[in-house]
């Protein structure tokens, strides 16, 4: 049983550049979630997706946007790339969760993205 | 504004001996907690988490204490083992009734070394 995957595994751009990642749920999950890691600190959430839809959203700038496909895989696109974009890009999934409310607390690691923005 | 912390940026500890990593929050909305070690190269692992109706869980090595009042938490493992060395992030969620329901907010994480 495949866990999290994420692709690709590093990235380097440059300012100004769009990018897209990609991230594949563990099997029976159907919510995804975004998160930023910046050296040295911990995860900050960007965004999650349940049933296609955005449902929640950190403080993160709409240059920041996402999908999530019938399939329960997510991308996540970042316009106008700054230095301080570089960063590792975690995708988390989860179990269905309460009727109508998508995850379940407990969330699993996929082994990340690392952009470098130059 | 840091609503979950983690004081200790590095913890060291001899193997067989217990490991306390201690993480506090501020945001009374946080229900439920988790603990994530961190290995390099590799995406956080869950390892254990606690409900705020209870003030202890216990998973094999690992027990997590929450004392709700002191909005702290603690994962201690007993005993420790060279293999535990990562980082360790605790994370909270606000509870279902919330709107924020599945949003995790982390730590800045502790490293943890366990020498032979």
């Known amino acids: 049983d495949a866990g999290v995957t994420q692709s690709p595994t590093h990235l380097i751009k440059t300012r100004g550049q769009q990018v897209t990642l990609r991230c594949s749920p563990k099997s029976g999950h159907d919510t995804v979630s975004w998160y930023q890691q910046a050296l040295g600190q911990g995860p900050q959430f960007i965004f999650q997706y349940y049933e296609e839809e955005e449902r929640q959203r950190g403080n993160f700038p709409d240059r920041f946007s996402g999908h999530q496909f019938p399939n329960y895989s997510s991308e996540l696109n970042v316009n106008a790339l700054l230095l301080g974009d570089s960063a590792l890009y975690l995708c988390a999934s989860s179990l269905p969760g309460l009727a109508g409310r998508g995850a379940s607390y407990e969330q699993y690691f996929g082994p990340g993205t690392r952009l470098t923005v130059t | ?116």
């Open chain 2, 1 to 116: 504004d840091q609503q979950v912390k983690q004081n200790s940026p590095s913890l060291s500890v001899q193997e067989g001996r217990i490991s306390i990593l201690n993480c506090d929050y501020t945001n009374s909305m946080f229900d439920y907690f988790l603990w994530y070690k961190k290995y390099p190269a590799e995406g956080p692992t869950f390892l254990i988490s606690i409900s705020s109706i209870k003030d202890k869980n216990e998973d094999g090595r690992f027990t997590v204490f929450l004392n709700k009042s002191a909005k702290h938490l603690s994962l201690h493992i007993v005993p420790s083992q060279p293999g535990d060395s990562a980082v360790y992030f605790c994370a909270a969620s606000p509870n279902a009734g919330g709107t924020s329901y599945g949003k995790l907010t982390f730590g800045q994480g502790t490293i943890l070394t366990v020498h032979p």
